[in-house]
T-cell receptor, first 115, second 116 residues
Framework: AQSVTQLDSQVPVFEEAPVELRCNYS??????LFWYVQYPNQGLQLLLK??????LVKGINGFEAEFNKSQTSFHLRKPSVHISDTAEYFC?????????????FGAGTRLAVHP | EPEVTQTPSHQVTQMGQEVILRCVPI?????FYWYRQILGQKVEFLVS????????KSEIFDDQFSVERPDGSNFTLKIRSTKLEDSAMYFC??????????????FGNGTRLTVT
């Protein structure tokens, strides 16, 4: 079985500052990794995904994440945040074999960008 | 604009009543999913649906829940007799791309269910 831990429930940050949202996962098999964002009163939007290949993946809105197999981590980063990045961010995994039927989500990290 | 449309956006119902939540994918895909998010908690998998059959379901998806795709387009989640603890945001999702593996899920904006 897989599980996801997002170490920070809330991350306050000032506008134009860098940010890192942490995600660790546990799995006995290889996994695919995802970050989703949820803006207020909206659904879940895919930010980026790691399937294979380069461990540094770039997504929308200037976000990137790095897959670290030895540390079982997939931290999300942005070098300079905007007010509009204020949202809930979810890390998710799915097994990398056998097709996938479900995403396992972390508890989420609320990013609050202040002026 | 989401690739999956969910209706209604908000549903208020009394305990013990039946509710039907609807999901309409824009394009014709075969893999569908329901997730729920109780306020302040993580997003949880409920059920996956492939080719008009349930392919996997979680422990949450008990006999009170059912899914179907009655007209080949709308994908519905029915809760037969709602309980207070069913209050949550319910998300429909479909698999993107040409296959299930490697393709991320595309979520709708959700239906907020409030059971009173």
């Amino acid at each position: 079985a897989q599980s996801v831990t997002q170490l920070d429930s809330q991350v306050p940050v000032f506008e134009e500052a860098p940010v890192e949202l942490r995600c660790n996962y546990s799995s006995s098999v290889s996994v695919y990794l995802f970050w989703y964002v949820q803006y207020p009163n909206q659904g879940l939007q895919l930010l980026l995904k790691y399937l294979s290949g380069s461990t540094l993946v770039k997504g929308i809105n200037g976000f990137e994440a790095e897959f670290n197999k030895s540390q079982t981590s997939f931290h999300l980063r942005k070098p300079s945040v905007h007010i509009s990045d204020t949202a809930e961010y979810f890390c998710a995994v799915t097994p990398g074999t056998g097709g996938y039927n479900k995403l396992i989500f972390g508890a989420g990290t609320r990013l609050a960008v202040h002026p | 604009e989401p690739e999956v449309t969910q209706t209604p956006s908000h549903q208020v119902t009394q305990m013990g009543q039946e509710v039907i939540l609807r999901c309409v994918p824009i394009s014709n895909h075969l893999y569908f999913y329901w997730y729920r998010q109780i306020l302040g908690q993580k997003v949880e998998f409920l059920v996956s649906f492939y080719n008009n059959e349930i392919s996997e379901k979680s422990e949450i998806f008990d006999d009170q829940f059912s899914v179907e795709r009655p007209d080949g387009s709308n994908f519905t989640l029915k809760i037969r007799s709602t309980k207070l603890e069913d209050s949550a945001m319910y998300f429909c999702a479909r698999a993107g791309g040409s296959g299930v593996r490697n393709s991320p899920l595309h979520f709708g904006n959700g239906t907020r269910l409030t059971v009173t």
